[in-house]
């Protein structure tokens, strides 16, 4: 990968040597910049070199795009290929919880953060009908409150991440008081004055 890169910068420059190159070429013969011509041999070479520099900036340009294009393909693949895991995780817990396709419908824009009234509002349903209905999600998923349902949910989507052991918890503890600090700084200075 750093290679590719390398490469591709070196093509660029490369490319941008070459367009420089003939650009100041013509112009120079334009405005009249040069007074004593190069010799014809010399040009010749320059001008091979540089239109070989810019025929390769081009093939290794178009490689690269090439390349990251399928880079882009493989992570939109995966993306999906993880967001049809997670669906067919939720299929699976409804399923096993006895959920209806309404009762299911709810529970995701519960995990969503939409309030009662907002949920029968997108449904075209009463607040009430949301009500009973998750009231019948908590019974048959054995949770009795929304934060406990969408917890659990939230942690069967992060249950193939782990937490990178190696950090010390005082650096962590560091870290969220600087981050507070830093937060609360311009609050406490102005309720001080």
Known sequence: M??????IFA???LQLLSALFFIVDIWGEILGFRSQPLPWAVTEATQIFASIGLICGVVVT??????S???IGRLDRQIGAVRGAYQDQLDALFDDWNLTKSEQEITIYAMKGFSNA????LRGTSTNTV????NAIY???DFSNRQQMTSFLVEELLAGISVDRDRNVNDCERETSDAHRRQTGPLVAVAAE
């Open 11 to 13: 093509m660029l420059t």
């Open 2 to 7: 750093l290679q590719t890169r390398y490469l």
């Open 62 to 67: 178009s490689f690269a795009l090439y390349r």
């Open 69 to 71: 294009h399928q880079q």
């Open 118 to 121: 907002e949920i029968g509002t």
């Open 139 to 141: 019974r048959k998923s």
């Open 131 to 134: 009500k009973s209905q998750m």
